[in-house]
């Protein structure tokens, strides 16, 4: 469980993990969801990578994103990068 969830996320994703099977005749989507990283947002990217979709998981910094990948693997394999562009400095002007 990361810093960042509590105990009642934990037993959400144990149950997902337990009770949520995986579609059948290969409808799967692509799903982008940001706040993945805790609270419901982990619990939404659990249950559709659990039902076989392909999940993109968002995180603010680096320890979120090591987050997912332990919670979450499979999640966001494609994303694990930083954005091409940096972020313009609010202060700036």
């Known amino acids: 469980m990361g810093i960042y969830n509590t105990q009642e996320v934990a037993d959400e994703l144990a149950y997902i993990e337990a009770n949520i099977e995986p579609l059948t005749g290969g409808d799967t ?6 706040g993945s990283t805790g609270g419901i947002g982990q ?9 076989g979709h ?3 998981a968002h995180a603010r910094n680096e320890q979120r994103a090591a987050d997912v990948r332990r919670d979450l693997p499979g999640a966001g394999r494609r994303s694990d990068r ?4 940096p972020r313009p400095d609010p202060g700036a002007g």
């Open 54 to 56: 392909g999940v993109i």
């Open 29 to 34: 989507k692509r799903v982008l969801i940001t």
């Open 82 to 85: 930083r954005s091409p562009r």
């Open 43 to 51: 619990l939404a990217a659990a249950y559709f990578l659990r039902q």
